[in-house]
């Protein structure tokens, strides 16, 4: 089952961390958040920044439970339930003097926006 619209946002975004974010990509963050009551399956979800050359897929079968949030990486790691990894090599994603995160659902539509 679907949940209500509005209930998976993009809580947070840690853009420019301290120090510099090419030595440390992992320290670059965006956080989702699952505030239903309800489990949300995130398979074929995705995150984007303004561009359309920064898109983080969820991987398949990743549920987030409820009341859960989890923090997609920039840079690469091993996935667990509560962080992820984009693994964009070379480059932070989310622009330090502003940028939109766009969480888009199975189908496209985007669930929520976060700008900074």
Known sequence: ADADAGAVVVARIEADPPGDDTLDANAEYA???NRSDAPVDLT????KDET??????F???????????????TGCGSP???????????????????DT???????????????Y
């Open 101 to 115: 995160a766009f969480l888009l659902d199975s189908n496209g539509n985007v669930v929520d926006t976060r700008s």
């Open 52 to 57: 359309a050359s920064h898109r983080f897929a």
């Open 31 to 33: 956080v989702v958040a």
């Open 80 to 98: 667990t339930l509560t962080d992820l990894f984009w693994c964009n090599q070379g480059s932070a994603v989310w622009n330090n003097d502003g």
């Open 44 to 47: 074929g979800w995705v995150l």
């Open 59 to 73: 991987p398949a079968g990743f549920t987030l439970a409820p009341g859960a949030s989890v923090a997609v990486h």
